[in-house]
């Protein structure tokens, strides 16, 4: 069985920084793109950051230049850095992979971490 555990969240004040963390465990093969998504109260869940697992990384416009994705696949991790917080950061941000197991392959998706932003 798969699991992804995120860590990292909380309240921050605006300008601030928080590093969250999700580690995949579980009888994986490998792991393709890696990404962070988000939803906020009453919004729907949006793609916040991407990253395959060579290393090519994509971003939300609205985050672009304040928040860093990473990954270390040897220890079956993804990082989400992000500088610069502001109130509109606000949200319960979900931590995504694409994991191969066996022959087969999914996405599977972390329980969530509440960051919150204040002004």
């Known amino acids: 069985q798969v699991q992804l555990v995120e860590s990292g969240g909380g309240l921050v004040q605006a300008g601030g920084s928080l590093r969250l963390s999700c580690a995949a465990s579980g009888s994986i093969f490998s792991i393709n793109t890696m990404a962070w998504y988000r939803q906020a109260p009453g919004k729907q869940r949006e793609l916040v950051a991407a990253i395959t697992r060579g290393g090519y990384t994509n971003y939300a416009d609205s985050v672009k230049g304040r928040f860093t994705i990473s990954r270390d696949n040897a220890k079956n991790t993804v990082y989400l850095q992000m500088n610069s917080l502001k109130p509109e950061d606000t949200a319960v941000y979900y931590c995504?992979?694409?994991?191969?197991?066996?022959?087969?392959?999914?996405?599977?998706w972390g329980q969530g971490t509440q960051v919150t932003v204040s002004s």
């Open positions: 995504n992979a694409e994991i191969i197991t066996g022959i087969t392959g999914r996405d599977y």
